[in-house]
């Protein structure tokens, strides 16, 4: 039985950004073990790495690749860091951080927070390597003159030490950041990225917005499978306004969570439709239950990452999640968590 439930509302009394950072230290004084005993028809293997099962942590949590190990062993398949830019940078004036408790959503407007990629290039490359893939994504800095070459240096300073590297152009909360998805600049970019890389170096990973326009995924697409992109994760945060209930519903930001999930919905299934099963799909945005990652891979993820879940859900989720999947798994009739992908 999780504790979890009990300790919540305590949690919920403290500043957001100041619990998340008690949760970052608990987990370096006392990482505990788990995840073992999952079925191997949670495995799969995306861009040449094998995921133990398709339940990843997203971007965001662990900012400066403190605790990745950690995470793992709470039964995530995979841990992605950051996001990390080329150097620290403080972000977005505080507060920044808000539960939005009864839409059991976030919205954040950190900006890139992070002790910048040298600071966290030393701890990943100490880590061990054994427990599951660790991606590390790379964003430029607020104030850079050139955002692309940022991405390059990125890709060329953090590979030695990323599983795979996960470019970042969709967060809301770097000004102009998300110009970056027009074709234009996209395939400046891509180009830039792949001059970077080498033939030995990781998978890159591309992560979007489902904030696009009726033509866009086509076009990103058709980008990165131009470019060699491995996969595209769909998506991140939104600055839309579904129907919203809690005080702090105008705060400006990104928003997760619950309210995100049909519109990540609908924006996995636009790239799925565009893809053809070309590029696989890691399916994001308001993933809180073992039905709610079956139904992604179900629409063509072959991976999902959660975050904004946990905050209300406790760390026990990713293994909750997983175990649910073998469930359906048995009940579908699917040998492979592979054979479900895009089956809807």
Do not use: C
């Not at 964003?139 to 390059?152: E, F, H, L, V």
């Not at 950041?177 to 970019?189: F, I, P, S, Y």
């Not at 697409?221 to 519903?249: E, K």
């Amino acid at each position: 039985m999780s504790l979890y439930p009990l300790l919540r509302p305590l949690i919920f009394r403290l500043d957001a950004e100041r619990a998340h950072g008690l949760t970052i230290a608990a987990l370096k004084a006392n990482p505990r073990r788990a995840g073992a005993g999952l079925p191997s028809a949670l495995a799969s293997t995306i861009a040449g790495l094998r995921f133990p099962n398709p339940v990843g942590l997203a971007a965001g949590f662990d900012k400066d690749a403190e605790v990745p190990e950690a995470l793992l062993r709470l039964g995530f398949g995979f841990v992605e860091v950051g996001t990390l830019t080329p150097r620290p940078q403080s972000g977005n004036a505080r507060p920044r951080l808000f539960r939005l408790v009864e839409d059991r959503a976030i919205i954040n407007r950190h900006g890139f927070n992070n002790r910048g990629q040298e600071d966290a290039l030393r701890r990943l490359a100490r880590r061990s390597r054994q427990n599951g893939p660790v991606g590390v994504n790379i964003g430029a800095n607020k104030d850079s003159a050139d955002r692309i070459a940022d991405y390059a240096e990125g890709v060329r300073r953090m590979a030695p030490v990323a599983d795979y590297l996960t470019i970042n152009i969709s967060s809301p909360n770097t000004p102009g950041l998300r110009q970056l998805q027009d074709e234009g600049a996209l395939r400046d970019l891509l180009s830039a990225v792949r001059q970077a890389r080498t033939a030995s170096g990781p998978p890159v990973f591309l992560k979007l917005a489902p904030d696009l326009g009726a033509d866009e995924p086509g076009q990103i697409v058709r980008a990165a499978i131009d470019h060699g992109v491995d996969a595209l994760i769909v998506s991140n945060t939104t600055i839309s306004r579904p129907p919203l209930h809690s005080p702090h519903a105008a705060e400006a930001g990104g928003l997760s969570g619950e309210p995100l999930k049909p519109l990540a919905l609908e924006a996995l299934r636009r790239f799925r439709s565009e893809t053809g099963g070309q590029l696989p799909l890691i399916g994001v945005g308001g993933i809180a239950s073992a039905d709610d990652a079956w139904q992604r891979i179900r629409a063509g993820a072959s991976l999902v990452q959660l975050y904004s879940a946990l905050v209300y859900e406790g760390p026990g989720l990713a293994l909750r999640i997983a175990r649910g999947l073998a469930d359906r798994l048995h009940e579908h009739g699917f040998a492979t968590i592979a054979e479900a992908v895009g089956s809807e």
